[in-house]
Nanobody, 119 residues
Framework: QVRLVESGGGLVQAGGSLKLSCAAS????????MGWYRQAPGNQRELVAH???????DYADSVKGRFTISRDNAKNTVYLQMNSLEPEDTAVYSCNMFFLRFSVKYDYWGQGTQVTVSS
């Protein structure tokens, strides 16, 4: 089993910054992908960014140039630096980790952290 614990959400004014962290613990395969998803009220959950254990990243178009995902493999921790925040970024942000073990996909989620951007 894998546990993901997020921190760093909160309330910020438009144009401000926040940094989210997510620490993973448990039976983790070293080759994995960690990422952040978000869900605003009335919307479907969407990918914000993810990063593989090799450092390959991918971002949603809406956050490119404003958000940066990074990770510390030794700490099994992923970070999301969010700059130039907009009211449209308001959502519950959830951390995700997945990996393949013997061709079976294991998918884990954190509890979510609220990010609110005021105009």
């Amino acid at each position: 089993q894998v546990r993901l614990v997020e921190s760093g959400g909160g309330l910020v004014q438009a144009g401000g910054s926040l940094k989210l962290s997510c620490a993973a613990s448990g039976n983790i395969l070293s080759s994995n992908t960690m990422g952040w998803y978000r869900q605003a009220p009335g919307n479907q959950r969407e990918l914000v960014a993810h990063i593989s254990s090799a450092g390959v990243t991918d971002y949603a178009d809406s956050v490119k140039g404003r958000f940066t995902i990074s990770r510390d493999n030794a700490k099994n921790t992923v970070y999301l630096q969010m700059n130039s925040l907009e009211p449209e970024d308001t959502a519950v942000y959830s951390c995700n980790m997945f990996f393949l073990r013997f061709s079976v996909k294991y998918d884990y989620w954190g509890q979510g952290t609220q990010v609110t951007v005021s105009s």
